[in-house]
């Protein structure tokens, strides 16, 4: 069997082409948006996002709904709610999201108990099964994919203008909060797009790990959103055909491959890699001020 | 620069203004009246807490008018962003950003940019034009945690100047610069008075207010003293500010002043 054959066998099967579409998708738009995540310091409120919306998929999906229509109105609603604690001055931000997502987070496990089968079910909704796609869930993937990267064309200054210097941005009058409440919207969009894939737990991976690994490599933004991109496609791609040769689990393999590079990327990123640091005979001209 | 002259040329104007701290009652800085006139360059001077920080974010519209009137070439601060350009005093920009010298350069121009943005020659050239007027237009592709805080100083300060405003705002621009960033600093503000841009500084740093301010305001959460430099640098003024001389500022001053 030739490299080419291994590439091409796994394809006769339309769930696998399937996930790989959607992987791939989802690998480009977590990359592209996570850039921003981890630029502004977004990653525990991805993670928190992805946990919250536990209650909204159960409850589509005991009513027969799809799942993504319970999780988005989920995602919104704890938003608000994060928003609405964080008002109250005596309380940071993080420790209101904090409450929010546990607290929505054990809702979601109260609702599945009652159910039979409980652990089969909650598993499915913490690990997600990128092989399982509907041909429906396909072409949401596509139209969250298209939404996101639209937007962030369309806002690119903005938001860098934000996550860089938000005092500068609020002194040349850019409108914040609708900046950030557009930009936690697309995030939530991705976020309840990709549980499906790789569920709950490791949907921040896909957020952070290409993101970071993309910063490691390169000292220009434009560049590391398309390099985050390519990363969390690529990573989709490997770790769908890895866990298809040896039997592991797809959306983990997924996850574990995009944290691979990361660590090769810490280790032999040139200028900054710990490697390079080691040379002797090459002191870092990266120093700080 | 073009930009509208207002008949008087005033470029600032407080009256009866109050300022407060942000998410607070406690009152930061009361103004009975100020008027400062195009072209000039303001020394904003006064101890630690003085208000002078509070004054000019109040300028740049990130904090409001309490109470009383503050007006920018006769409009409130808020009501036209372009007017003004400001360099922060502890800029709270991530130093590890993915971002180079041009990049914050260009950021200047935003504020003439509409939705969606787009950068055009124009507005690069001019970008470039602000670095080189900085001395650091070959650093342009430079990432921006490479450079001296000195240098880093004047990329904030070309991004500035490529904003292009009649108002110039720059908060203890001096400290912890190299004397190369001193005297560009000082250099700008002179080109920039010429072309009847305003520039107002708040500083420390008293030795150099005689030769390169023409108006000095003296403040200790309200205005003490308000002239030129021959009138404010005065002893007893600055005592009222400083509370006494000798124990503060011994080191600081230039021994005639006392």
Redesign the interface.
């Known amino acids: 069997m030739s490299f080419f054959d291994l590439l091409v066998e796994p394809l006769r099967y339309d769930f696998f082409t399937r996930g790989l579409v959607v992987g791939v998708l989802l690998g480009a738009t977590c990359g592209a948006l996570g850039c921003f995540v981890v630029l502004r310091g977004l990653a525990f409120v991805g993670d928190a996002i992805a946990h919250a919306i536990l209650p909204g998929i159960v409850i589509a999906y005991l009513l027969g709904l799809n799942i993504f229509v319970g999780a988005f109105l989920m995602g919104l609603l704890v938003a608000g709610a994060i928003s609405f604690i964080s008002r109250h001055q005596q309380l940071r931000e993080d420790t209101a999201i904090g409450i929010v997502f546990t607290g929505a987070f054990a809702l979601g496990i109260v609702l599945i108990s009652r159910q039979q089968g409980y652990t089969r079910d909650l598993t499915h909704f913490l690990i997600g099964n990128i092989l399982g796609i509907a041909p429906l869930d396909l072409w949401i993937t596509g139209g969250v994919t298209m939404i996101v990267l639209s937007g962030l064309c369309l806002f690119f200054r903005e938001w860098t203008l934000m996550a860089f210097d938000p005092v500068h941005a609020r002194a040349i009058g850019l409108p914040m909060g609708a900046l950030h409440l557009g930009f936690m919207a697309l995030l939530s969009l991705t976020i309840v797009s990709g549980v499906q894939a790789v569920g709950i737990v490791l949907i921040a991976a896909l957020l952070v790990t290409p993101a970071a690994t993309a910063r490691l490599l390169t000292d220009r933004l434009s560049v590391m959103i398309g390099l985050a991109a390519l990363l969390g496609s690529a990573a989709a791609l490997t770790g769908l055909f890895l866990s298809y040769y040896i039997s592991i689990a797809s959306g983990a393999a997924v996850v574990l491959t995009s944290t691979l590079w990361f660590g090769s990327a810490l280790l032999l990123a040139p200028q900054r890699g710990l490697l390079w640091n080691w040379l002797p005979q090459r002191t870092s001209t990266h120093s700080s001020f | 620069m073009s930009h509208r002259n207002s008949a008087s040329g005033v470029a600032l104007e407080a009256h009866q203004l109050t300022l407060r701290y942000p998410?607070s009652e406690a009152v930061a800085l009361t103004v009975e009246h100020l008027c400062i006139h195009r072209g000039q360059r303001v020394a904003l001077i006064g101890p630690n807490g003085a208000g002078k920080s509070t004054l000019l974010k109040a300028l740049?519209?990130?904090l409001p008018v309490a109470q009383g009137s503050l007006t920018i070439f006769g409009r409130h601060p808020?009501a036209r962003?372009q007017a003004?350009a400001?360099v922060?005093q502890r800029?709270?920009?991530?130093?590890q950003?993915?971002?180079?010298a041009l990049?914050v350069a260009l950021?200047g121009r935003?504020?003439h940019?509409r939705?969606?943005?787009w950068?055009c020659r124009q507005d690069r050239a001019k970008a470039l034009a602000a670095l080189r007027q900085v001395g650091m237009a070959e650093h342009a592709q430079r990432?921006i945690?490479?450079?001296?805080?000195g240098q880093?100083q004047r990329i904030f300060l070309a991004?500035a100047l490529a904003q292009e405003s009649p108002l110039l705002l720059l908060d203890e621009p001096f400290v912890g610069v190299d004397t190369t960033t001193e005297r560009v600093i000082f250099h700008v503000m002179e080109q920039l008075a010429h072309t009847g841009v305003t520039v107002i500084v708040a500083t420390h740093d008293l030795l150099t207010v005689e030769a390169h301010f023409d108006q000095v305001v003296l403040l200790h959460q309200h205005l003490i003293a308000d002239g030129s430099p021959q009138q404010v640098l005065q002893p007893h003024l600055l005592a009222q500010a400083y509370g006494g001389p000798l124990a503060l500022f011994q080191e600081r001053m230039p021994h005639e002043l006392f």
């Open positions: 998410d740049v519209g990130l808020a962003p003004v400001y922060p800029r709270e920009v991530d130093w950003f993915p971002i180079n990049d950021m935003d504020v940019l939705w969606p943005r950068i990432h945690a490479v450079l001296s805080g880093q991004r």
